[in-house]
């Protein structure tokens, strides 16, 4: 097993433009989160799901984001119509029910 | 509100020295406490747990941390810091043990030689 994985590590993306992530989690983890961190802040909480059901979503996540988990496995996170104000560090982590997240390295967005 | 605070953004201590870093938060239930460490362009590594028990529970790395109740803390402690202890280290809070967090902002901890 080789952890949290997110691709791609970096996006450059022109405004106006929509960008997907992708996260693979520990393969057996039900939960899957997905965070935001900006520069000098901590993570923020955007998401998460339970299997593919998406139980929990933040006040942060606009309608410009939507984030899937088909067949409760990998998950995408996608940004429409891409702002400078989301120029940020994408953060994926997965867990077993009740018990500690693993972070993957997360994917940074630059938008220009 | 719920809130995790980590009042000192930057420290640096001398390698062999002792290290506190602090955090208070601020949470309507029992609060499952964390801290994490980031090194640059990673992600985060769990460093320890708290969420019953001996108040004092020791981590990896060497690190440790005691949760006070009384003052809403949760201190993490090292008695001698190592070089590639130069990281950022980050203080959460949850509802359980499971990754639904609240992060604090992150102290950023150099280490001189």
């Known amino acids: 097993d080789t952890g949290v994985s997110q691709n791609p590590r970096h996006k450059i993306t022109k405004r106006g433009q929509n960008v997907t992530f992708r996260c693979d989690p520990i393969?057996?983890?039900?939960?899957l989160y997905w965070y935001r961190q900006t520069l000098g802040q901590g993570p923020e909480f955007l998401t998460y799901f339970q299997n593919e059901a998406q139980l929990e979503k933040s006040r942060l996540l606009s309608d410009r984001f939507s984030a899937e988990r088909p067949k409760g496995s990998f998950s995408t996170l996608e940004i429409q119509r891409t702002e400078q104000g989301d120029s940020a560090m994408y953060l994926c982590?997965?867990?077993?029910?009740?018990?500690?997240?693993?972070f993957g390295q997360g994917t940074r967005l630059t938008v220009v | 509100a719920q809130s995790v605070t980590q009042p000192d953004i930057h420290i640096t201590v001398s390698e062999g020295a002792s290290l506190e870093l602090r955090c208070n938060y601020s949470?309507?239930?029992?609060?499952?406490l964390f801290w994490y460490v980031q090194s640059p362009g990673q992600g985060l590594q769990l460093l320890l747990k708290?969420?019953?028990?001996?108040?004092l529970v020791q981590g990896i790395k060497g690190f440790e941390a005691e949760f006070k109740r009384s003052q809403s803390s949760f201190n993490l402690r090292k008695p001698s810091v190592h070089w590639s202890d130069a990281a950022e280290y980050f203080c959460a809070v949850g509802p359980n043990q499971g990754g639904k967090l609240i992060f604090g902002q992150g102290t950023e901890l150099s280490v001189k030689p």
């Open positions: 393969s057996e983890h039900n939960r």
């Open positions: 982590a997965s867990s077993p029910l009740e018990s500690e997240a693993f």
């Open positions: 708290y969420f019953s028990g001996d108040t």
């Open positions: 949470y309507g239930a029992t609060p499952y």
